[in-house]
């Protein structure tokens, strides 16, 4: 152990030197925490000191064996957030701009002509070409129209617009229904997270109300011998007078 007024102690779990900044008294560590500890380092002393890196691996070691204990064996989502809790890592990202920045250029064209696709502009531009191919058509139908009535041409160009549109729309799908199942697996690994640290926040909480419990209650019993000794000093006085 080191000195009592020494910058630097000893982790009882590592059994390294460390900046007493860096450590927390392992009287206050809760006791889930510290079953954990004991089950992997059997001559831990709840009298000394253990460093917030041993600390984090044993809470992780606990949340890994509490969601065992829940739900079986763990995922590679949950196993994620019991790393980031040890790592004290943030989950919550920009999933928009990660998804967007690994798109090809072919998936990026097919975005833009779905967008264009389902567009009022599109639909505007399309009717203005059906008029004018028709008008022109209807109007030159003297003059040996290129696409007589009932205009077989223009049937086959909308059957092939019909044919490559659908496809180029399908993709455009397919890569949001990828980006809304990447947001559900995002917001499934946060809301775990999340209910963790509340869990975790709880019994700390109850952690700290139980020491203060104890503490008032042995408060109250040094009050309690006290005055049974003023009281006893008090009598033999009273007696002689």
């Known amino acids: 152990m080191a000195a009592e007024g020494s910058t630097e102690v000893v982790c009882e779990v590592c059994k390294q030197e460390k900046a007493r900044s860096e450590t927390v008294p392992a009287a206050i560590v809760r ?9 992997r380092h059997a001559d831990w002393s ?67 002509i779905a967008d264009f696709g389902g567009s009022w502009a599109f639909i ?7 008029l004018v191919w028709i008008a022109g058509n209807c109007a030159m139908l003297v003059r040996k129209p290129f696409d007589p009535y009932p205009f077989i041409l223009l049937n ?4 092939c617009l019909a044919a490559m549109q659908a496809p180029v729309i399908m993709m455009s799908q397919n890569r949001q229904e990828s980006k809304d199942r990447l ?27 139980k020491q203060q419990w104890e503490r008032l209650t042995e408060i109250q019993e040094m009050q309690v011998e006290q005055m049974d000794q003023v009281a006893g000093q008090a009598a033999p006085a009273n007696s002689e007078s």
Request: aromatic share 4%; with cysteine.
């Open 31 to 39: 006791g889930p925490i510290v079953d954990t500890i004991r089950e």
């Open 46 to 112: 709840p009298d000394g000191n253990v460093c917030s890196h041993c600390l984090n691996e044993a809470r992780a070691q606990h949340v890994e064996d509490l969601l065992k204990a829940e739900r079986g064996e763990l995922s590679e989502l949950e196993s994620e957030v019991a790393k980031s809790m040890q790592d004290q890592e943030l989950l919550t990202k920009d999933l928009n701009k990660e998804f967007d920045s690994q798109l090809s250029f072919g998936q990026r064209l097919a975005d833009r």
């Open 124 to 130: 505007i531009i399309f009717m203005s070409i059906l």
């Open 156 to 159: 086959l160009v909308l059957s």
């Open 183 to 209: 947001r559900a697996e995002h917001d499934y690994r946060v809301n775990l997270k999340a209910e963790l640290e509340i869990r975790n926040l709880h019994q700390k909480v109850d952690h700290l109300l």
